[in-house]
């Protein structure tokens, strides 16, 4: 009987987590549930690859948009569609153009009602556009239904990062002016901050209409903060970034306020992000058709990147250099890296045919 607020956050990382200038964000991802080896890899088609990804827990299918190739798709596993059919109302916004990446033919296919730039979300015309502004005209859509599911694809985190292109960034610009970094790194921070005055909002309106308990919010990013040099990262982070596995490290909120922090060291990706929230929210699915796998279930990790590299419990495969690198201590049995590396080819594989033969569509109809 939960309700779900599920967020998509334009470029959002553990980069963006300071307890000063992003206080809501820095809170939800030191409580709950609190993953401390996530991974957030990027994709083909960057921001609907990675939507594609958290939502679906399948991999894109390399040159073609996944989600959009979706739309005609049966996807009885979208929450839309799961958790509408247990009369949730189920809402998507975006606070960009309304058909940018085909969204208004992939979103209404997962189960939601739709609403963007240019279809009924009524929000200032600037670039990038508020994700205040976003929640603050989406919220009497759903708050005071009995049961609601809530996506949004937010945009004030992105790039460029700069002061005089960027509204998000020019907006907090003098209160990111203490950070001892270069204005790039600066203004990312800045744009942020809008994001995180989003979130806070939520909350406060939540608690004010008597629903903030019995509501899980969940917020990962599309991907890394690519806008940004690769120095201009170090500066944030304060050290360097190693870039074949750690440059993907980000940070997973599953956030509920009666919930004491629960702290998962396990190896996960947003692959693992849909499969884990149908079993919190006990939703019927098939785990065999899904390429992720839930992170609080006792099934070994599996971190996938996109140049077919991965991380599990015993070491990490570098598809670049061709090499698998154990953990200290662990013990690798007979041919685990070659075995893990065609298991990982699989999933691929699998993936794609999901998508171009509408395999579920075949196993349980339109």
Known sequence: DYNLIWIVAEAFSSLALDETHTPTLSKLAGEGFVFENFYNPVWGVSTSDGEYVATTGLIP?????SYYRSAGNSMPFGFGNMLGALGYVSHAYHNNTYTY?????????MGYVYKAVGNGLEITKQWPQSDVEMVAASLPDFIGAEHFLTYYMTVSGHMNYTFMGNMMAYKHKSQVADLPYSEPARAYIACQMEFDASVRLLIEEL?????????VIVISGDHYPYGL???QMEEISGSPIEKNFELYR???IIWNPEMKAVHVGKYCSSLDIMPTLANLFALPYDSRLVMGRDILADTKPLVIFSNRSFITDLGRYNARKNAFIKNEGAVIPEHYARDMAAAVNNKFKYSAAVLDR????????P
């Open 207 to 215: 608690d004010k209409a008597g629903k903030l308990d019995n509501t």
């Open 358 to 365: 509408d395999y579920y569509g075949v196993v349980f109809g």
């Open 61 to 65: 299918k390399a040159g073609v948009w």
């Open 101 to 109: 990446y085909n969204r208004d033919k992939s979103y209404p296919n």
């Open 250 to 252: 980000s940070a997973l």
């Open 229 to 231: 040099e690769h120095s």
